[in-house]
């Protein structure tokens, strides 16, 4: 595969990520967050869908003035205390900035005790800084402080709102574009607004992965970065549902979802669902539920619990 990219013209040759990361002079996660921000133009590999870059575009960004500071001076992130530090003012305030919603987070990730780090583009505190300073010092406005007292919290919010547009933009295909919507919308509500299991199997294929978060499947951090991205606000899910319900029109009038005479892949399936229909429709499986274990219990041949059943003659002789 290298050897066909060499041999190709310098115009159609292009790299894959890791190798594109390293002529950039890029960190993995500073590439990454770059080709959501569109800073390096990519597209998807057919067979893959992972993002590639072309030797052009490699060409054009390291002869950038100030390559490589310069592009990565804008991907640079900062959490709550660089980024109050950068603007000036106390870490509650910054704090307070962004729980109502006028700092919107880039990215997350999750300390040793669980709890969410916030990350920030610097350019974005910059900018706020510069076009609000009024908010920087002083008393806050009323509805501010009144959101804030009330408990609102728009931070992960805002951070799916965002993260969503930029998903939008580099995904190509009706049923894939459903999917960013379908991706964060709690389950219920998503069986509600696509009622055919074979569809929902099929989104759940192709859902994006919102956030890299380390940790097993199922361990406390992986869950607590799934529970961030699941929309959890009224208004918001509401959104989503009309977004939703607009991407499925398009998507079926594109094609239709595949619908295979047997089982449905294990890998298009949410954690915890079978693979059968009566998995992803809830309905309990032959053997499952308090009658099915009433009847293994009758049926195994030790009897209760599995002891050996006492005839009379041994319970005598005990």
Do not use: K
């Not at 002079?25 to 590999?45: I, N, T």
């Not at 969503?164 to 574009?177: C, D, I, K, V, Y």
């Not at 699941?230 to 009038?253: H, I, N, Q, Y």
């Not at 594109?254 to 915890?272: D, N, W």
């Amino acid at each position: 595969m290298a050897g066909e990219e060499e041999a190709r013209p310098a115009a159609e040759r292009s790299y894959a990520a890791a190798r594109a990361a390293r002529e950039l002079e890029l960190r993995r996660s500073e590439f990454e967050l770059a080709v959501l921000l569109g800073c390096v133009r990519s597209f998807p590999d057919g067979e893959t869908g992972r993002r590639r870059v072309t030797v052009t575009e490699i060409g054009r960004l390291r002869a950038a003035r100030g390559f490589p500071h310069a592009l990565r001076e804008r991907v640079q992130t900062v959490g709550t205390a660089r980024g109050a530090a950068l603007m000036r003012i106390t870490e509650a305030r910054f704090t307070r900035l962004a729980r109502a919603g006028l700092l919107v987070p880039i990215g997350f990730y999750l300390n040793r005790y669980q709890c969410v780090v916030w990350h920030y583009l610097t350019d974005d505190l910059r900018q706020f800084g510069q076009a609000n300073p009024a908010l920087l010092t002083g008393r806050a406005p009323e509805t501010m402080r009144s959101r804030i007292e009330a408990g609102e919290d728009s931070r992960a919010r805002n951070w799916r709102a965002r993260h969503s547009g930029f998903l939008l933009r580099l995904t190509e295909g009706g049923w894939a574009r459903a999917a960013i919507p379908a991706s964060m919308l709690p389950q219920d509500q998503l069986e509600d607004v696509v009622p055919d299991p074979w569809e929902r199997a099929h989104l759940y294929r192709l859902r994006p992965r919102l956030a890299s978060v380390s940790g097993a499947q199922g361990s406390p951090s992986a869950r607590r970065a799934a529970a961030l991205q699941v929309a959890d606000d009224p208004d918001e899910v509401r959104w989503l549902l009309a977004t939703l319900g607009l991407d499925l029109e398009e998507a079926r009038s594109e094609s239709a979802a595949p619908r295979p005479t047997g089982e449905v892949p294990a890998a298009a399936l949410p954690p915890g669902h079978s693979s059968t229909l009566g998995g992803l429709l809830g309905q309990d499986l032959p053997g499952r539920g308090m009658f099915g274990w009433l009847r293994r219990r009758r049926e195994r041949p030790g009897g209760e619990w599995g002891r050996p059943r006492q005839t009379v003659a041994s319970r005598s002789s005990a």
